[in-house]
């Protein structure tokens, strides 16, 4: 197919909600390491990585080595029989969980599901229905996930499809804190508001809270160090569990550790994660305690989940990650970038804040600092900016005005350089055509 005539079938085939970047839709032919190629062969340094889901880049030869070798031996049989992949990776992920709690996994085909297996795990555990969920939060696209989601943007349906028993506490977005207040003065008051909700909005006794240890789709919102302690200890008070969503946190990306979790010294009760796992693959994760998992009594099926051949490329992610040290390298790499775009905000008064951790970082671009006023337009404007650059970047934010900014865990400082002068040099675009008015 031309690229004419695939932007033609996408326009009359797919569903109309399934939107692209861009004025024209990128239309992507293949991808390798850190760079992926249109249907013209323009090069392009992609640093959002399919949505935080190249974790050690496009079409990783050793990765892709051994999916070769288990697809022509073992494609599919379902969870109804047990294979060495399956149970091979459940035994890595074990391994590598904080605290050396979470040991028992349930897989099925991505974070949606994942979530959707920890809610109920929570459910059956406890004995209660209500859970917490965080404001700016994004846990999928299924009814449920979209009513635990704290976004209209992503709740489709109306309220007839939103699910009861859900109710959405502060989460800690110091740079527009609902309560007016600053970082540390404040006490956290967020994170202590968690209290009040519980007493006010829930039976008092809950099954649980999920959240994201930094909001993906929210902007990469980071939470100051206490946070998740307070909100945790809080809810297990009022018999509920922690269930981290780390589709977008896990397997490096935070930097030094395995979990973004672990940057907040919490062990949480379940972990959910997909995306980096199977670094391009189809993959959902929900590992929990023993208890928690024993306590999903019955029988259930999965009939993709685990499968051979994901599973193989789940675990060689996780082997190299370790193998290549690139949990320490996503710290270093991370620091570098950070003051990359640090230096980009002292020149660019469209940057209002720089935020993340390790190779998880954003810039949310405002029209006045002391307003912050959100810059949606500009943000737009901007990304059409990285496109003509030869730059891939994502977009998010509960106004539309972040720049989200994920590269494999094996980027070089080199790419990092590049990257940082094709931003500026998109960010000077900007500014020339608000100039121009």
């Known amino acids: 197919m031309t690229k004419e005539e695939i932007l033609l079938a996408n326009q009359e085939f797919l ?20 760079f992926v190629y249109d249907a013209d062969g323009n090069q392009y340094l992609d640093f959002f990585g399919g949505i935080l889901t190249i974790s050690v880049g496009h079409c990783n030869e050793k990765v892709n080595a051994q999916v070769h070798h288990q697809i022509d031996r073992l494609e599919h049989v379902s969870t109804v029989f047990a294979t060495e992949p399956q149970a091979a990776l459940a035994k890595r992920i074990a391994e590598v969980t904080p605290g050396g709690r979470l040991r028992k996994s349930f897989f099925t085909n ?48 109306g309220a007839g499809s ?15 804190c609902p309560f007016g207040l600053s970082y540390p003065e404040c006490d956290v008051r967020c994170a202590r508001d968690m209290e009040d909700v519980i007493r006010s909005s829930t039976s008092g006794r809950v099954a649980g809270i999920i ?66 796992l199977g670094n391009g693959l189809p993959i959902g994760l929900t590992v929990a305690t023993p208890e928690v998992a024993d306590a999903l009594r019955g029988a259930t099926i999965s009939t993709f989940g685990g499968n051979p051949v994901v599973a193989t490329a789940a675990k060689a992610v996780i082997d190299l990650v370790q193998e290549e040290n690139l949990l320490a390298h996503a710290a270093e790499t991370g ?25 998880m970082q ?27 650059n030869r730059l891939l970047v994502g977009k998010g934010g509960v106004f539309g005005n972040v720049i989200r900014i994920s590269p494999p865990l094996n980027i070089r400082k080199t790419d990092v350089d590049q990257f940082v002068r094709l931003l500026d040099a998109s960010l000077a675009q900007c500014a020339i055509h608000a100039a121009a008015g």
């Open 162 to 176: 939103l699910q009861p028993g859900i109710v959405h506490a502060h989460n800690a977005y110091c740079y527009r």
């Open 362 to 388: 954003a810039t949310e671009l405002v029209r006045d600092r002391k307003t912050k006023e959100p810059a949606a337009l500009e943000t737009a404007q901007l990304m059409e900016a990285t496109r003509e």
């Open 110 to 157: 991505s974070g949606t599901e994942a979530n959707e297996t920890a809610i109920l795990a929570a459910r059956c555990y406890t004995g209660s229905a209500e859970i917490i969920a965080l404001r700016h939060s994004y846990h999928g696209r299924s009814s449920l996930a979209m009513s635990l989601t704290g976004q209209s943007t992503w709740r489709l349906g």
């Open 15 to 34: 569903f109309p909600a399934v939107f692209h970047y861009y004025k024209e839709p990128l239309v992507v032919a293949r991808a390798k390491d850190q």
């Open 335 to 359: 620091a570098y970038l950070r003051q990359g775009l640090e230096h980009l905000r002292e020149k660019h008064v469209l940057i209002g804040e720089v935020r993340g951790m390790g190779l």
């Open 211 to 276: 959240a994201e240890p930094i909001q993906g789709v929210g902007g990469f919102i980071t939470p100051p160090r206490e946070y998740f302690q307070i909100v945790a200890e809080i809810v297990r008070n009022h018999g509920g569990i922690f269930i981290s969503d780390e589709v977008q946190t896990a397997w490096g990306r935070t930097g030094g550790k395995w979990f973004g979790i672990e940057q907040y010294g919490v062990v949480p009760d379940v972990i959910t994660s997909a995306k980096g």
